[in-house]
């Protein structure tokens, strides 16, 4: 088998006693086999077996080709691909994706009663959360493109748009710099507004003396970038810029924090432990930052009760920030990478206060 990424898989299952499961997450079948596919209400899995079994099942209306380095199943309309799994499963432990439809899974549980069935999504997890040196260059891209993206996108911020008119124009502000999709629609927020952590952009128009939250991502050659910056339209008031100072600090410490074998909870706790003590501590709601890669949010996260290590080859976000209902509301993100001994900023846009005139 010549797919490294399979191999890491299988050695993965091994070490976790984990003979056979399949994978059925579309961005997981295209880390694996770098085919993109939604499958909805169509049965698709990648059957796995430590035996050297392997067998992509899809349906014909997807297309795929024999080519793509493993055994290949394609079924049409009306035929059972259940079917297709339990003639390949051994009764022994059985590992299925959190987010398997629940009916595929009771059909299969149907047709194999003496199969013992688990969650085997952390096998595939632990293999995604440590990037390879293809991985991180794309996602160094990625976070370049989003680098221009916001620098355009903050230059239009005088022209007075509403929230959502901000950011039904991001997508071509991405177009424009190679990137044709988001990696999440973003969260463009407007004074009060922005002390919703995840505010749904609406029509309130800016006004002077607002904190402007910009949370931005794009997925460039199938990998995302995630940056949040903040600026003020207009002079705020001096909490608000406190609050802007304090949420700098903290997501300076926490990336300072970042080395290989500090928890990803003592990550957390650094980041947060900054906005504590300013007295802001009940408006960071939110845990520190989550890992990416091909998905925005991948595991695991960096968060107060997460005791993994990081570890070399790991991406994730420190993103803290400060929410003061019916004040203002401040965030900044930035991307990091574990490495041998630190960590690498992946963002470079500017984090200064800055005040739109």
């Not at 059985?94 to 595929?104: Q, R």
């Not at 006004?207 to 199938?222: F, P």
């Not at 926490?254 to 500090?262: D, Q, W």
Request: hydrophobic share 35%; net charge negative; glycine share 8%.
């Amino acid at each position: 088998m010549g797919n490294i990424r399979l191999k890491r898989i299988i050695e993965n299952m091994k070490k976790h006693n984990i003979n056979q499961l399949i994978i059925t997450s579309s961005s997981s079948i295209y880390y694996l086999l770098g085919l993109w596919i939604e499958p909805g209400e169509r049965l698709m899995a990648l059957y796995i077996n430590t035996n050297g079994t392997v067998k992509f099942i899809a349906n014909e209306l997807f297309a795929v080709k024999d080519t793509i380095g493993v055994d290949l199943h394609v079924y049409k309309d009306g035929e059972d691909a259940v079917q297709v799994i339990a003639n390949l499963a051994e009764n022994t432990v059985f590992g299925v994706d959190k987010t398997w439809p629940s009916h595929f899974l009771i059909s299969l549980m149907d047709k194999k009663p003496n199969l013992k069935f688990i969650n085997s999504s952390f096998i595939v997890d632990e293999v995604r959360m440590i990037k390879d040196n293809n991985e991180i260059e794309l996602l160094k891209e990625a976070s370049k493109v989003n680098d221009k993206v916001m620098s355009d996108l903050i230059n239009i911020i005088p022209e007075k748009h509403t929230e959502k008119e901000l950011a039904d124009m991001l997508l071509n502000i991405y177009k424009k710099h190679g990137t044709s999709e988001f990696s999440f629609y973003p969260v463009i927020a407007y004074g009060e507004n922005a002390a919703q952590p995840h505010h749904d952009s609406d029509n309130t128009m800016i006004k002077k003396g607002d904190s402007v939250i910009l949370d931005i991502g794009g997925k460039t050659n199938g990998y995302c970038s995630d940056m949040t910056r903040t600026i003020f339209f207009g002079e705020p008031d001096e909490e608000c810029k406190k609050i802007y100072n304090t949420v700098l600090q903290s997501n300076l410490t926490g990336i300072n924090a970042v080395k290989p074998g500090v928890r990803l909870c003592d990550i957390d706790k650094a980041s947060r432990d900054v906005i504590e003590k300013a007295g802001y501590g009940k408006y960071f709601t939110h845990r520190t930052g989550h890992n990416i890669g091909v998905e925005d949010h991948e595991y695991p996260d960096v968060g107060s009760n997460e005791e993994m290590t990081a570890k070399p080859g790991m991406v994730f976000s420190i993103e803290p920030g400060i929410y003061y209902p019916g004040k203002c509301g401040v965030r900044i993100e930035d991307l990091v990478l574990v490495t041998e001994d630190g960590c690498e900023v992946l963002n470079s846009y500017p984090k200064e206060l800055t005040i739109l005139k």
